[in-house]
């Protein structure tokens, strides 16, 4: 990484900072100290203008997104950005107001709609109140006639003809009244009830003892009139609901643009954010960023084309962000690393070894060639047909070469869709066979073999760790601590590789064994002599160091953890197995052809699904866990380029892809 | 009958291994998975993610059942020899290492588990987190796996 000064004329500022942006070569830094003698440019209002914009987009295209939803295969996700020419931006650019216009008109549209619904509401509720009084034929602010006095209202109790007029008795025999009542229910009965004009008072006074209550909002119309004018308002309501609903749907058609507007305006955040940390005089700009030291040639290239600049380099400092460069090999595992963390400047870049480490374990725990061949067939045929990303690219290229390794490892243990091979052959001729006869080559047997499997799954275990070990040896080394090298580091590979010899000896015979017995008592002394050197006094030396030994216990839990190699690639087999067996149960009938197919199929998928997901959540684990802790500090900043950080669009030839 | 002991013992073994295992993982993923619901019901984007915590502490079961199957395929009910009273017994012996270190390990799984959810529910970024930690649990029902898988496989050659 070296840090950059591009110095140029103000008046070149909008095209070199738009080739930057395109070219995505460089970093700007942040939150630097204004330099003396420039000044900065507060682009804020700007910022939030064009925030406002891309929020008034997002909404837009939520909107259609609920009302017209996008068709979208199953595999869309696959596909990457489409391409388009840098000049292309300048159209959108041109359309982005326009385009502006019909995403607010979008938004208009649907509060119109909810006020429409809100409105529905507010009708249906009226309706649902003047239900009872449909009988009525007179409106239900009829007032009294010069004799008459008419009262309606509601009762808050079940009254039949009979009960009421008794109840009105009681309450007061004197008063002279008819009645009709036009509704009952448990909880109300509404009635319309007529007196002599006299008696009105006496009239209320008694009704008012039951309860009585006048309608909510009368109206002048009867209630028959009033229910169909609010029936035809609804009506015209949902007819412009749906004619709302039906321009909206046909503003669909401008989603794609929508969508680049708003990657646009995004651009133009990004753009304005970047001239705010410019310093700047009367004439000139000056922009201080990170470029990774491959690019320098390139940048300056972009510079020199764009605009009359000075570009200047140096060595970048200790807050220079990190970009991580790989070969094709290791690089889709990089993303596995900065899951974990970016490395920091005292790191080395673990991905080459963790690349090949993930690819290796991963074939060894999903172990099977037809597995792993399905893996690669698919991982090509969606990289060669969609294009995706590069996010998206480098998994499914993550996942073509841990496929490479499952059919490895598959080979090795003579698995082939299970057992599927012997299995079909007994199938079909009925004569037992075993996969370790009928594959040429020697296999590992994963369950007659076991044992032995898992020794190798301890011995790659070993190998894992002491590639860990190597590399704190090497960062020790880098940094000149010669001391952490050779004692903290050293004597524990020593001590590990004492020990596998002295396994290997059980085998191998008596002298193998004192070999690795003096390789360990060795390592064991040099630790027992070295790991108290931080401690005072002969006695604490001598405690610290005996007192590190203990550390082994770590170490052994760590190569245990390694018979997950087994154990998973176990589990992948016996699967496979079981499934095979269940689909050959019914035999060679036709039905038992069908029957076997659709076992077959779908106990194969569900065998890919489960086992898949477990190599790849352990084989991180090893990773993390077990290597990482050896050497691994991580911290580092990611490098994150000025660039188009467009959601729908990339520009041909940009650096960010 | 008495030829019958050992293969009965067998398929004893068989149960125990799939059945204990098998509640350890049901009760963890069934945990993790009401913890999962309650994300999604936030924000279905997450289901991916949710799916792997969901699923780490399924793998007991799986254990456990592929202990019961070497099982069968090894005393005479899917092929192998009928196993004497004493085979019978070992196959229990061993069954029982992955029955109850499948179950118990099944438990505290789902426990971490759920934790993890609601960690990637906050942060999406601590889910390789997540993960990790909740798969340091599975060592020891691996442990648990190893040893009655070399047992299992090697009690037909015991006399």
């Known amino acids: 990484m070296k840090s950059v000064r591009i110095i140029a004329l103000k008046k070149d500022r909008k095209r070199l900072l738009e080739h930057l942006q395109d070219s995505a070569l460089v970093q700007v830094k942040k939150g630097k100290q204004v330099s003396e003698g420039f000044q900065r440019i507060d682009k804020s209002p700007q910022i939030k203008q064009f925030e406002r914009n891309a929020e008034i987009t997002e909404q837009a295209l939520n909107i259609l997104k609920k009302l017209s939803p996008e068709k979208k295969g199953l595999l869309a996700s696959f596909k990457g950005r489409k391409e388009i020419d840098p000049d292309e931006i300048g159209r959108i650019a041109a359309e982005s107001a326009k385009i502006l216009g019909v995403c607010q008109k979008i938004i208009t549209l649907e509060k119109q709609r909810a006020d429409y619904a809100a409105e529905q509401i507010r009708i249906r509720t009226s309706l649902a109140q003047l239900e009872p009084w449909k009988k009525l034929d007179i ?21 039949d003809d009979i009960t009421l007029s008794e109840a009105l008795a009681t309450e007061c025999p004197d008063l002279v009244f008819e009645f009709e009542i036009l509704h009952t229910s448990a909880t109300m009965t509404c009635v319309v009830l007529f007196a002599p004009k006299k008696q009105r008072e006496l009239a ?49 058609e401008y989603r794609e643009k929508i969508c680049n507007t708003q990657d646009y305006f995004e651009l133009r955040i990004e753009k304005y954010k970047v001239i705010s940390e410019l310093d700047q005089t009367g004439h000139v700009f000056v922009l201080n960023g990170y470029v990774p030291e491959e690019d320098c040639a390139k940048l300056q290239a972009v510079c020199e084309k764009a605009a009359t600049c000075v570009v200047e380099f140096e060595d970048a400092d200790e807050d220079a962000p990190i970009k991580l460069k790989n070969n094709r090999f290791a690089e889709p ?28 374990f991963f074939g060894m725990m999903f172990s099977d060639a037809g597995y792993g061949l399905l893996m690669i067939i698919v991982t090509t045929i969606l990289l060669k047909v969609f294009k995706p990303d590069k996010a998206m690219r480098n998994n499914l290229r993550l996942f073509r070469n841990c496929g490479i390794f499952t059919v490895f490892w598959g080979l090795v243990f003579g698995s082939i869709f299970g057992d599927a091979p012997a299995m079909f052959y007994k199938m079909f001729t009925g004569n037992e066979i075993t996969m370790k006869e009928l594959l040429p080559w020697p296999i590992l047997d994963t369950q007659k073999d076991a044992l032995m499997i898992m020794i ?30 050779f004692f903290d580091t050293g004597f524990w590979m020593l001590l590990l590789c004492g020990f596998a010899v002295l396994a290997a000896g059980m085998a191998a015979g008596q002298i193998v064994i004192y070999i690795g017995a003096g390789i360990s008592i060795a390592a064991a002394v040099g630790l027992i002599l070295t790991q108290g050197r931080g401690k005072k006094g002969i006695f604490g030396k001598l405690i610290g160091g005996v007192a590190s030994l203990y550390d082994i216990t770590s170490y052994i839990s760590d190569l245990l953890s390694y018979s997950r190699l087994l154990a998973l690639g176990l589990t992948t087999g016996v699967m496979a197995q079981v499934f095979n067996m269940l689909s050959t149960l019914f035999g060679t ?45 991580g911290g580092g900043k990611p490098f994150e380029p000025f660039s188009v950080k467009s959601k729908s669009f990339k520009t041909k030839g940009s650096n960010d892809d | 009958m008495e030829n019958m002991i050992g293969i009965i013992m067998a398929i004893v073994a068989a149960s125990i291994a799939t059945v204990l295992a098998g509640i350890g993982s049901v009760k963890g993923v069934g945990g993790a998975a009401q913890a999962s619901m309650g994300v999604l019901s936030e924000d279905s984007s997450k289901f991916g993610k949710m799916l792997v915590l969901t699923l780490l502490p399924g793998t007991q079961g799986l254990y456990g059942f592929i202990v019961g199957f070497l099982i069968l395929i090894n005393c005479g009910v899917l092929g192998g020899d009928i196993p004497t009273l004493g085979q019978g017994i070992a196959f229990v012996g061993a069954s029982l290492a992955i029955g109850f270190g499948g179950m118990l390990s099944g438990f505290a799984q789902g426990k971490a588990a759920i934790s993890g959810i609601a960690m990637t529910a906050k942060d999406e970024k601590n889910f390789s987190k997540a993960m990790v930690s909740i798969t ?10 190893i040893v009655s898988l070399l047992v299992v496989i090697s009690v037909p050659n015991l006399k």
């Open chain 1, 139 to 159: 409106p239900l602010n009829t007032k009294d006639t010069p004799t008459t006095a008419v009262l309606i209202g509601t009762l808050p109790k079940a009254y």
């Open chain 2, 136 to 145: 340091l649990v599975e060592i020891y029902a691996l442990l648990a796996f």
């Open chain 1, 333 to 360: 595992a990089q993303s596995i690393v900065t899951m974990y963390s970016t490395p920091s400047h005292a790191d080395i870049d673990p991905t080459p070894v963790l690349a090949f480490f993930f690819y290796f």
């Open chain 1, 589 to 633: 009938s036709i039905p038992g052809i069908i029957f076997m197919i659709v076992i077959f199929v779908a106990g194969h998928l569900i065998t890919i699904g489960l086992n898949a997901l477990g190599s790849y959540v352990h084989t991180m684990r090893l990773q993390y866990v077990e290597m990482f802790s050896k050497f691994y500090e």
């Open chain 1, 204 to 252: 209320e006074k008694s009704l008012r003892t039951l309860g009585f209550s006048q309608p909510i909002n009368p109206t002048s119309r009867t209630p028959q009139v009033k229910s169909k004018r609010l029936q035809d308002k609804s009506d015209d309501l949902r007819r412009k609901d749906e004619e709302a609903e039906q321009e909206i749907i046909r503003l669909t």
């Open chain 1, 456 to 485: 190798l799954s301890i011995a790659l275990g070993l190998v894992h760790i002491l590639v860990g070990m190597g590399c704190k040896f090497y960062v020790c080394m880098k940094q000149k601590e010669y001391a952490k090298a």
